[in-house]
């Protein structure tokens, strides 16, 4: 059997498109203000990512 590789690019472009959602939604909503914009924008990312990438590695 073939090893299934992830699919980066993908992971990638799911991880800014519902990062940036989020930062959005927490923005427009006041949950985070854009003081704390940096920090929440960096571990959303980071959240996202690892989501992403365990998603990809299923069959």
Do not use: C, E, Q, Y
Request: proline share 3%; hydrophobic share 50%.
């Amino acid at each position: 059997m073939r090893k299934i590789k992830p699919d980066v690019p993908g992971v990638i472009a799911g991880t800014v498109l519902s990062g940036s959602a989020t930062i959005w939604f927490l923005t427009d909503h006041g949950v985070v203000g854009t003081d704390d914009l940096g920090v929440s924008a960096a571990l959303l990312l980071v959240a996202a990512g690892i989501v992403g990438l365990a998603a990809s590695h299923r069959g």
